[in-house]
């Protein structure tokens, strides 16, 4: 791993265990760009890593400080969620500058950096989240095009091999297993779009057709929550 050293003044003390880790898209126009946002005391907000495009991976904050880069979120009813992860930022234009898809070199860095950082911190993979994950209404990132199922296959985060045979019965049925599974349910619709961005990335409607449900059925069977 190319690992070089660019340090972020946007951090602070932690409040909780480290048991989760958060990935996003910087959504700008360049990695010059994020990563001089990313340290600028003026913007008050961090990651602890940055991915670039070319595998290149800046660490900004140290993983013992909380870094900002969740901003208002929640999952499993916590809602300090800088407090209790490690955030990383993956270069990409983002859906506001040209959206696209994530070299394999950058996948690469990515995986063998999100291993390290969950065999050091002990997370989980039900625990390794997206940015829309943990703020349903107000994110999309890191966006349909993000890699989840190869990240799966390499024990980061989870993806279901097959939708669950049989489908949540009705949207209460369906808002308690999407809750099981940590998302914020009050807006259902944008935790049904938020889950299809992550697990079925062809239909981001927010629409709880049969299809969406067996998945949300497989998924929570996965956390254990079946």
């Not at 700008?28 to 990313?38: F, G, Q, T, Y």
């Not at 900002?68 to 859906?95: F, K, Q």
């Not at 999100?114 to 002990?122: D, L, Y």
Request: glycine share 8%.
């Amino acid at each position: 791993m190319d690992l070089r050293e660019r340090r972020s003044p946007n951090h602070d003390a932690r409040t909780g265990i480290v048991d989760m880790l958060v990935l996003h898209y910087t959504g700008m126009k360049s990695a010059a760009e994020a990563l001089e946002r990313l340290t600028s005391p003026d913007a008050a907000v961090s990651a602890h890593y940055l991915v670039d495009e070319d595998g290149t991976v800046w660490r900004l904050v140290a993983e013992e400080r909380r870094a900002w880069h969740a901003g208002m979120s929640s999952w499993r009813g916590r809602s300090d969620i800088n407090g209790a992860s490690i955030g990383i930022e993956l270069v990409n234009p983002g859906h506001a500058w040209g959206y696209r898809a994530f070299p394999g070199t950058q996948i690469e860095a990515l995986v063998e950096l999100c291993r390290a950082v969950m065999a050091r911190q002990a997370i989980p993979q039900r625990h390794v989240l997206g940015h829309s994950d943990v703020a349903p209404t107000r994110k999309m990132d890191p966006g349909e095009l993000f890699p989840w199922a190869f990240l799966a296959r390499a024990g980061i985060g989870l993806w279901p091999e097959a939708p669950w045979p049989e489908a949540p019965e009705n949207l209460a049925e369906t808002r308690r297993l999407l809750d099981a599974i940590g998302y914020a349910v009050e807006d259902s619709g944008a935790a049904i779009t938020a889950f299809q961005r992550r697990y079925r990335p062809l239909r981001c409607d927010g629409a709880a057709d049969e299809e969406t449900r067996r998945l949300i059925a497989a998924v929570a069977k996965m956390c254990g929550e079946v």
